[in-house]
């Protein structure tokens, strides 16, 4: 059975402030999204918006995800989507053209990165190592994605940058559920983390979007944590 959106919920959701030069201050939590059906995207968006994650990551890892970024832009207004796994100019542009308000990539190149310079929109290259950092850091990026953030040293790996790069700031992604997320967020150099936890794979195949709701809700919630 299709779990249809409570009326209310949408009307009663906030709607994310505009967006500035960067996606990681929207929410806690940027869902990182593989849509396989395009009939998905605008329902999943709703849900996402409703539980209170307006940024919306839709990776280009399936044929259809151009055109989901696409319906989610003209159907979702009050979700602000982006597009992941972007590793060309050409994907730049076609994700810009498909209404994509940010880019995400797993990683950069000289190449790449001037392709996202130029796109007009926020972006956040993909980065692994100190070294990688300090690069972006002397091409004027101080954003970036932090990936594969478990496999690549995790929350011991992003504390021990703070100190010698503190104007780094930082949305890891990988391998980051709902148990490690709050260590992540605790750190001061992290503003949000990637995941796809809020989305089993059993609850888009049902479209119970009430259960993506409820899910996401409990995402954004870890953001609220004590000083």
């Not at 959701?13 to 395009?38: G, Y």
């Not at 696409?70 to 207004?77: C, L």
């Not at 880019?103 to 796109?119: E, F, I």
């Amino acid at each position: 059975m299709v779990s249809p959106l409570p009326s209310s919920s949408l009307s009663s959701s906030p709607l994310p402030s505009p967006l500035s030069s960067s996606v990681l201050e929207l929410a806690p939590v940027v869902p990182v999204v593989v849509v396989d059906d395009v009939a998905d995207a605008v329902p999943l968006a709703r849900a996402l918006v409703a539980g209170g994650l307006p940024a919306i990551e839709v990776t280009l890892r399936t044929p259809v995800a151009l055109d989901a970024i696409r319906a989610i832009a003209d159907g979702v207004p009050e979700a602000v989507v982006g597009a992941g796994t972007v590793i060309s100019p050409d994907q730049v542009a076609q994700s810009v053209a498909a209404g994509a308000r940010f880019l995400v990539s797993p990683g950069w190149t000289d190449v790449l990165l001037d392709a996202m310079k130029a796109s007009g929109v926020p972006f956040l290259p993909g980065v692994s190592t100190t070294s990688e950092v300090v690069a972006l850091l002397e091409r004027g990026v101080s954003d970036m994605k932090f990936f594969p953030a478990q496999a690549a040293g995790g929350t011991a790996y992003l504390k021990s940058l703070a100190g010698p790069l503190p104007q780094a700031r930082f949305c890891p992604t990988g391998g980051i559920g709902p148990a490690v997320a709050p260590e992540y967020l605790a750190l001061p150099n992290v503003l949000c983390v990637g995941g796809s936890w809020m989305l089993p794979p059993d609850a888009i195949a049902g479209g119970d979007w009430a259960r993506v709701e409820s899910l996401a809700r409990e995402a954004a919630s870890l953001g609220h944590t004590p000083s």
